[in-house]
């Protein structure tokens, strides 16, 4: 049966495509060499990875118009549900002994876009390694090293400590870096923290968080970083504060606080 949003999108989508053909007098090796390409992506698992390089935060700006509260960010292709839930305090995310990078205090508060504090929100928060590598994704790293689950507190509020993420290039060596290449682009994406957060009255939002000064933050291969999702994020070398978080050196401290607006089946507050 015809899918009327299907048409309007896909009948749109397709006369784009004709139209550019026809502008760009696209050879048929041309057009060959493309859908091989979609060929080679879905083999080698990286169709996700293109797509979302080039199309996902326009999806996602989509979805931000009008929003109140926080805006949400991409997910990108690394997100993986059940992450382990962390005990605490100190809440720590997952991690080897000695994990390699700075340490880094991750707090703030989720509250509704009004201001109320929301208790017991689930924040789902997952990152690379010093090495720019994601556990489950990338081979060698433990199962769950840096992601893990926990609440906001009854005043909303919430803290964990884990390392600062680095830039990192996603992978070249596919054929999602041959298009790169071709573009002569770079494979960089500003170094950032992945977080969801989940309430049972607000639903579930996607964020992406990045940090001021961070190198790449106007160049992103992603071209996903918006200027309200990027954080102060300040060395703290004061040792008292170190102790509160079990750490005996100096850390990062970052802070982003959620604001959800309610779904329209939500009670109103
Ligand atoms: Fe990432």
Redesign the pocket.
Known sequence: MPNDRVRAVVEDLERTLVELIRKHRVSHDEYRAATDLIIAEVKAGEESLLFDVFFEAAATDVGNEGREGSIEAIE?P?YLPGAPWLDGPPRVLPQRIGEPGIPMVFHGQVTTEKGMPLGGAELDLW??DASGQ?SQIHPGIPEWNLRGRFCSDDEGRFEVRTIAPPP?EIPKDGPTGTVLNALGRHFF?PA?L?VKVRHEYFGERTS?LYFTGGEYLDSDVANAVRDELVITAELVEDSQAALRYGLDQPFIDARYDFAFAPSSEAPGD
């Open positions: 990108g690394f990152h690379a994601y990192y994406r950032h992945h992406q």
